[in-house]
């Protein structure tokens, strides 16, 4: 047992038990690397990496491999989903060196965290011109043996190339029309129009790109705009990336087609794809955007929530195939002889035709992902209910993928927001109910009496890692979120604590632009700083956004022009990378639309013309329009203030940059003056 035993990351316990004494993250593996004289190896993954876990098989449970480190580094392992802040900082640097990057990150610095040699996953014999994990590890000893002073000069320059990279991001104005405008042409240079999605292989979902675009049609009426959403959502959910049993999202598609995922579930894909699919439903009507959006929240809840009311980060991609071989995709995938065994001769040959379950297979060994291929013809609704039935049921008796347990606070607040949406969308108030429950757990263990957050939790413990600035953003999202559904305004007076944190310690006030690390943070080698988004939004967008929509609920300046300031890197980059920073342009089409003011009030919430207009408000698809509901004379939200009924009568008020329509007590009206 090594010194990753009792911390509550579930990727580092995996290493509990390895023969490499491992480290976690901290400045006593520094001092011992600067008493022994040896450099670090620092390996930073998380639960659901496949490669991460070949690696650890490979490398690091083997003994000889292990008593090697032992002899001559100092091994630190980190969770990037605990230490996001250590991962960016380092990844950049491998990116910066080797043009690439990912998981596992394999990392030498020196004992004073200078990083000097960078690669991702090593083989534990040479393979396709990669060296062995052994020989990187002995050429890097012998380097640091035979010319220490070079390999120091080398981190140095590193180091201080690193600090130079500092961001340009334009005149800190807000992009305009203008500019949106050509970030959508981007995007549709990009856009693959027979598969939908952006690029080619691998194909990740563009879940931001796809509010910018909802939100660009909502303004604009582009039809082009909402086809491309559109299309790339129905071949995601017809695609193997989709559960088409149990609902929920892999992680990506490794070709252009969705046909095969990377197995891995991640919460945050799941939280923002729930989102989207129900903003997509709001926008069109789609009955498959429904009928993603619901499955997807019930396998959050199904799936996911932990005992303790929260959500869980991923499901592995790996699980036992039945031979105690643990095998990339084994509980999701079928071969035809699989179906006729749970399903009989003549209900097999529908499934294999329904889900494109072929002899050949569509994967490995002969078995097939499970798709929706698009099929002429009549088919038989009940029968096919029957058949998922059956499978999900067979399934079930399969090994499952092992989850990782731990709560992070910024994927929660993703899930806050899509489950509070999802539910009021669909009158599923279970839904809402996950996610009033998600918010209580992390405003009881996540939270402290400065509001400042705590990035992770696990079994009901609060880890001892610091909120970034996504952790803030993200989970002020969700709260604001919960605050339209529910019309409780103690939710937007937590996102205020919240955000008064990312004015105060994450804010340049010079400049306006932000940092993912707060300025009374752990000092590492950078404050790591990025406005692009990865999987899911960058803390800074994620920020901008959520400053503006408390600033429509508030009338807040300090709060709208923060947003605005930080939205300036919006207008440099969303001509030229869109992909990358989609929900910044989300953010920038609410600056242009307003965002709208929505004032909901009635003699009682729950009275029925206010339900009526309540839900017309939060149907709405105008960019980033905020929603308060309540009692005639309720003090819970700011925007109900000095709102009467009308006539006896519930009422919306809507406002827009400081004019306000007359109020209407029909909710038609209400659906048109809303409907972008």
Not at 91 to 101: K, L, R, S
Not at 552 to 567: I, Q
Not at 632 to 650: I, K, M, Q
Request: proline share 6%.
């Amino acid at each position: 047992m090594n010194r990753l035993a009792g911390v509550t990351s579930p990727y580092l316990l995996q290493h509990a038990d390895n023969p490499v004494d491992w480290w976690p993250w901290g400045p006593e593996a520094f001092e011992e690397a600067k008493r022994r004289g040896v450099p670090v190896l620092l390996s930073v993954g998380y639960s659901a990496c496949h490669w991460c876990h070949v690696m650890a098989h490979e490398s690091f449970e083997d003994q000889e491999t292990a008593e090697y480190l032992n002899a001559h580094y100092v091994s630190v392992k980190v969770d990037r989903e605990e230490r996001p802040d250590v991962d960016a900082v380092y990844m950049e640097a491998v990116q910066a060196a080797t043009g690439q990057g990912g998981w596992p990150m394999t990392v030498f610095l020196t004992p004073d965290a200078e990083p000097f040699y960078f690669g991702t996953y090593f083989p534990p014999a040479p393979r396709q011109g990669m060296p062995s994990f052994r020989q990187v590890l002995q050429g890097v000893h012998q380097a640091w043996d035979e010319r220490r002073d070079e390999v120091t000069e080398v981190a140095e320059k590193i180091v201080r190339d690193l600090a130079g990279r500092e961001i340009s991001y334009g005149d800190a104005q807000t992009p305009g029309a203008e500019e949106l405008a050509q970030a959508l042409l981007g995007l549709t240079r990009e856009y693959d129009p027979q598969r939908g999605g952006f690029g080619g292989a691998p194909k990740f979902p563009p879940s931001m790109v796809l509010e910018f675009l909802l939100r660009h049609h909502a303004r604009t009426g582009a039809e082009g705009a909402l086809q491309m959403a559109r299309d790339t959502c129905e071949r995601m959910a017809r695609g193997g990336m989709y559960d088409q049993l149990g609902g929920g999202f892999a992680r990506y598609s490794v070709d252009r087609d969705w046909v095969v995922p990377h197995f891995e579930k991640m919460l945050y894909d799941n939280a923002l794809l729930c989102r989207v699919y129900a903003h997509l439903w709001r926008s069109t009507g789609s009955e498959l955007a429904r009928r993603v959006a619901l499955e997807t929240a019930d396998f959050m809840v199904r799936e996911l929530r932990t005992n303790e009311g929260g959500f869980a980060s991923a499901l592995d991609a790996d699980s036992d195939d039945g031979t105690g071989r643990h095998v990339e995709g084994a509980y999701y995938v079928w071969t035809p002889e699989q179906l006729r065994e749970v399903l009989g001769e003549q209900d097999a040959e529908l499934a294999a035709e329904h889900f494109g379950v072929t002899e050949e297979g569509t994967f490995e060994e002969g078995a097939s992902v499970l798709q929706l291929p698009l099929r002429d013809g009549f088919v038989d609704a009940g029968r096919v209910a029957s058949i998922r039935e059956r499978l999900l049921a067979a399934r079930s008796g399969r090994p499952a993928p092992g989850r990782d347990d731990k709560v992070v606070a910024a994927w929660n607040g993703l899930a806050i927001a899509a489950l509070a949406e999802t539910g009021a969308y669909f009158d599923r108030p279970d839904l809402v109910e996950a996610a009033v429950a998600a918010a209580d757990l992390l405003v009881r263990l996540h939270l402290d009496e400065q509001a400042r957050l705590t990035r992770t939790s696990k079994d009901g413990h609060a880890g001892a890692n610091a909120g970034v600035l996504e952790d803030y953003a993200d989970v002020a999202e969700g709260f604001l979120a919960l605050a339209s559904v529910t019309g409780e305004g103690v939710w937007l007076e937590f996102a205020g604590f919240l955000l008064d944190h990312v004015l105060a310690r994450f804010t340049d006030p010079e400049s306006g632009s932000l940092y993912d690390t707060a300025a009374d943070a752990e000092q590492l080698i950078r404050r790591p700083q990025d406005p692009t988004d990865n999987a899911a939004p960058s803390g800074w967008t994620a920020a901008a956004n959520v400053l503006l929509s408390y600033a429509a609920h508030t009338g807040s300046e300090p709060h709208r022009t923060a947003a605005e300031r930080a939205l300036g890197v919006v207008k440099a980059l969303g001509p030229r990378v869109p992909r990358f920073i989609g929900w910044g342009l989300a953010a920038a089409e609410a600056v242009l639309d307003g965002p709208r003011e929505v004032a909901v009030v009635g003699p009682a919430l729950d009275d029925e013309g206010t339900r009526a207009l309540h839900r017309t408000a939060l149907l709405g698809t105008a960019p980033g329009a905020v929603v308060a509901a309540g009692a005639a004379g309720s003090d819970e939200f700011p925007l109900l203030a000095d709102r009467p009924l009308v006539g006896g009568e519930p009422a919306a008020y809507v406002c827009r940059n400081f004019t306000c329509d007359a109020p209407t007590t029909e909710p038609d009206r209400l659906r048109t003056v809303l409907s972008g």
